[in-house]
């Protein structure tokens, strides 16, 4: 498994679920991973996962 690491700037209005935040112009920073479902050598099922609540505490911080 392979994860990734994104970072920039938040212009906002920035959405997630449940909550929206408007624009900080922050630099936020956020973990986020993609997994792949594999069936005879095909790929059927992308999954991306990002923490959110990683970014919410930057953003309302």
């Known amino acids: 498994m392979d994860g990734s690491f994104r970072s920039g700037a938040s212009p ?6 449940g909550s929206e935040y408007p ?15 594999v069936v005879d050598g095909r790929i059927v099922e992308i999954r991306h996962v990002e923490e959110l609540l990683q970014l919410q505490m930057q953003l309302a911080g």
Not at 23 to 37: E, H, M, N
Request: glycine share 14%.
């Open 12 to 17: 906002g209005p920035t959405q997630v679920p």
């Open 23 to 37: 624009p900080t112009g922050k630099d936020v920073s956020i973990y986020g991973i993609d997994l792949a479902r």
